[in-house]
């Protein structure tokens, strides 16, 4: 993976996978340190299942015996100053959350929020984002989205394209001229 | 800065459209499917996805609908990308990025012609 954002997308995946109904996306900004914190309302997953998860050689998949989407992301925090950590419970959902030092030279970049946002946009999901810098916050949630389009998929080519123009403003505006 | 109070004109475009839709239009609907497991998203399909989406929003085009799909276990050819045109067999192609996704869509999707050239070849 290139960029932060891409983990989002691909464990963000996994939760609508495990047939969420809500997952909220948190990126976080204090100081040194970057949180990223994708939690879901999910079928979760078995103590058993929990320790061996961060493995690569594990995953649900029956046609395949890799899963690499999960020990990426801890790589990717543990390369770049951080942690990581999964909490999961059977018919209660699943918490990932990430750490990262923002100065460390080999943390990954966060990259294009907006565009994995929208590219997370799913008729029976929700998603609910907040990315906050220092005290400067934005919120972004799907449910409110569909209320104002009226039966309108919210993953209509002409809504997707908004969203992101409205999300890129927002973002870069939060962000106050820095990279992260 | 937009909102999503914005949403209510283009609600509104989109409400009339949809109505002056016939019933035919589903039938012909050419799909575009990118796979986008990890393998897919670690090789680039997000852009790849997006250039598809962006392309059908900015161009009107009401027959293609752009969806996603897994792994479908030739990790090493990703970013993938599957044609399904009504009526005829499907197409794969494969180490698409943003710019083959632009020239499928023209070439193939809206004119037809098969993309020969980023089809499965030797390496697989």
Same mark, same amino acid.
């Given at each position: 993976?290139?960029?932060? %954002?891409?983990?989002?997308?691909?464990?963000?995946?996994?939760?609508?996978?495990?047939?969420?109904?809500?997952?909220?996306?948190?990126?976080?900004? &204090?100081?040194?340190?970057?949180?990223?914190?994708?939690?879901?309302?999910?079928?979760?997953?078995?103590?058993?299942?929990l320790t061996r998860v961060t493995d690569p050689f594990t995953t649900t998949r029956t046609t395949r015996k890799v899963g690499m989407g999960i020990?990426?992301?801890?790589?990717? %925090?543990?390369?770049?100053?951080?942690?990581?950590?999964?909490?999961?419970?059977?018919?209660?959902?699943?918490?990932?959350?990430?750490?990262?030092?923002? &100065?460390?030279?080999?943390?990954?970049?966060?990259?294009?929020? %907006? @565009?994995?946002?929208?590219?997370?946009?799913?008729?029976?999901?929700?998603?609910?984002?907040?990315?906050?810098?220092? &005290?400067?916050?934005?919120?972004? &949630?799907?449910?409110?989205?569909?209320?104002?389009?009226?039966?309108?998929?919210?993953?209509?080519?002409?809504?997707?394209?908004?969203?992101?123009?409205?999300?890129?403003?927002?973002? @870069?505006?939060?962000?106050?001229?820095?990279?992260? | 800065?937009?909102?999503?109070?914005? =949403?209510?004109? =283009?609600? +509104?475009?989109?409400?009339?459209?949809?109505?002056?839709?016939?019933?035919?239009?589903?039938?012909?609907? =050419?799909?575009?499917? *990118?796979?986008?497991?990890?393998? $897919?998203?670690?090789? $680039?399909?997000?852009?790849?996805?997006?250039?598809?989406?962006?392309? *059908?929003?900015?161009?009107?085009?009401?027959? *293609?609908?752009?969806?996603?799909?897994?792994?479908?276990?030739?990790?090493?050819?990703?970013?993938?990308?599957?044609?399904?045109?009504?009526?005829? +067999?499907?197409?794969?192609?494969?180490? *698409?990025?943003? +710019?083959?996704?632009?020239?499928?869509?023209?070439?193939?999707?809206?004119? $037809?012609? =098969?993309?020969? +050239?980023?089809?499965?070849?030797?390496?697989?």
């Open positions: 993976m290139r960029e932060l %954002a891409l983990h989002i997308l691909d464990i963000a995946e996994n939760s609508v996978k495990a047939n969420a109904k809500l997952v909220t996306v948190e990126i976080l900004v &204090d100081d040194n340190l970057l949180t990223i914190r994708i939690s879901d309302d999910g079928k979760g997953m078995s103590e058993e299942f020990p990426l992301l801890k790589q990717a %925090a543990e390369t770049g100053g951080g942690t990581f950590d999964i909490k999961s419970q059977v018919g209660v959902g699943t918490v990932v959350t990430t750490t990262f030092q923002l &100065d460390d030279i080999d943390r990954m970049p966060l990259g294009d929020i %907006a @565009e994995t946002a929208t590219t997370l946009l799913y008729p029976n999901c929700d998603f609910k984002w907040i990315y906050k810098v220092g &005290d400067r916050e934005f919120v972004f &949630d799907t449910r409110e989205v569909k209320e104002e389009l009226e039966g309108i998929p919210i993953d209509s080519p002409e809504i997707i394209a908004f969203l992101k123009s409205m999300l890129k403003e927002n973002i @870069e505006s939060i962000n106050g001229g820095i990279i992260i | 800065m937009k909102s999503i109070a914005d =949403i209510k004109a =283009i609600r +509104e475009k989109m409400q009339a459209q949809i109505i002056s839709r016939d019933n035919e239009s589903e039938a012909n609907e =050419i799909r575009v499917v *990118v796979g986008m497991a990890t393998c $897919g998203i670690a090789a $680039g399909a997000r852009p790849v996805f997006n250039e598809f989406v962006d392309q *059908v929003a900015n161009r009107g085009i009401k027959h *293609v609908k752009v969806t996603r799909t897994g792994c479908i276990g030739m990790c090493k050819l990703e970013p993938i990308v599957e044609v399904f045109v009504p009526g005829q +067999e499907k197409v794969t192609y494969v180490h *698409v990025d943003a +710019e083959k996704a632009k020239k499928i869509l023209d070439q193939h999707v809206l004119g $037809g012609k =098969i993309c020969t +050239e980023y089809l499965v070849g030797d390496e697989a």
